[in-house]
């Protein structure tokens, strides 16, 4: 197939143009970065330069590139986030969500692509109090937190645009291994070795986990797979007070601190908070079952100790 992938040289859009060339496709990527671009050429798929804000640029570049598959992983996500600062460390990948999906959407109808492949998470359900996980069935945050509830708007606005397009989303879990936060060098593994990691109050905030490297392969399969939504993570949804443990011990770090709710939140913030003590995981069955898809790293517990680069 040709592709033409949006979001090329991200933490999931670089393993995920190796994935896609390893499997024979025909791939352009796109980037707002002469340099990107001549890193995209090396690795043997086109490039094209342009912001997915410029609505006549990008349906011209899609046009041009004439793709079967337009993949959207739109994103501008600074290295290292601020919970307290959620808006503003989000407002560009908000506008990237929004703006830049309808302009991509557009410009995939324009150039008569067949499918279409939209990135979003799986950690926006909104909160039970139960140990169930989640399923795509189940409603998103009825009430975000202030702080998140844009970039909340700009997910909901992303999925909706994607569905009714007749496309695909994939809600990812939180990303780890190279290139990302969570990696040996990711700037979670900065703030560990230097005890900024805490586990706060009872650790009991759940994340749903996943490697790179499989969220690249749960995509691909999604190019073959029926339209919808779907989980991409892997088979065991850790509470933080498990997860950051090995995570920390995987880097090198010290063992991470107990921190109290009470003493966490003007740091954390209410997200900050809400994600560390009370967020909820989600389940991969309908990815394995319509895509076919299993994770390599089926628990982040083998991914961190192999897969963090």
């Known amino acids: 197939m040709k592709v033409f992938l949006a979001g090329g040289t991200g933490a999931i859009g670089k393993p995920l143009l190796a994935t896609l060339l390893a499997a024979g496709h025909h791939v352009t990527g796109?980037?707002?970065?002469?340099?990107?671009?001549?890193?995209?050429?090396?690795r043997g798929a086109e490039a094209v330069l342009c912001d997915a804000l410029d609505e006549a640029a990008l349906r011209a570049s899609v046009v041009a590139a004439a793709p079967d598959v337009v993949i959207n992983q739109l994103t501008a996500i600074p290295r290292r986030l601020d919970p307290r600062k959620i808006e503003r460390d989000f407002a560009l990948t908000n506008k990237l969500r929004t703006e830049g999906t309808r302009n991509l959407i557009a410009a995939a109808r324009a150039a008569g692509a067949s499918k279409l492949i939209s990135q979003s998470v799986a950690f926006v359900y909104e909160p039970t109090g139960r140990d169930e996980l989640h399923s795509e069935e189940d409603p998103l945050y009825r009430s975000p937190p202030k702080a998140f509830k844009r970039t909340f708007e700009a997910i909901e606005q992303l999925e909706r645009t994607t569905?009714?397009?007749?496309?695909?989303?994939?809600?990812?879990?939180?990303?780890?291994?190279?290139?990302?936060?969570l990696a040996?060098?990711?700037?979670?593994?900065?703030?560990?070795?230097?005890?900024?990691?805490?586990i706060v109050g009872g650790g009991g905030g759940v994340w749903p986990l996943i490697?790179?490297?499989d969220a690249a392969k749960a995509t691909l399969a999604a190019l073959d797979g029926p339209p919808g939504v779907y989980n991409i993570v892997d088979d065991e949804p850790a509470p933080t007070r498990e997860w950051i443990p090995a995570f920390c011990d995987a880097v090198g770090a010290p063992k991470p601190m107990h921190l109290p709710a009470l003493l966490a939140r003007p740091v954390a913030g209410g997200y900050g908070?809400?994600?560390?003590?009370?967020?909820?995981?989600?389940?991969?069955?309908k990815a394995k079952h319509d895509l076919g898809w299993r994770p390599d790293y089926a628990s982040w517990r083998e991914g961190f100790r192999k897969g963090l680069g």
């Open 211 to 213: 490697h790179v490297d």
């Open 30 to 42: 796109m980037t707002r970065s002469t340099a990107n671009a001549d890193a995209l050429r090396a």
């Open 184 to 198: 040996k060098d990711g700037s979670l593994a900065e703030q560990a070795r230097k005890r900024q990691l805490p």
């Open 273 to 285: 908070m809400l994600v560390m003590t009370k967020a909820e995981g989600a389940t991969n069955a």
């Open 163 to 181: 569905l009714d397009a007749h496309g695909t989303v994939l809600r990812y879990g939180y990303f780890y291994g190279p290139g990302t936060s």
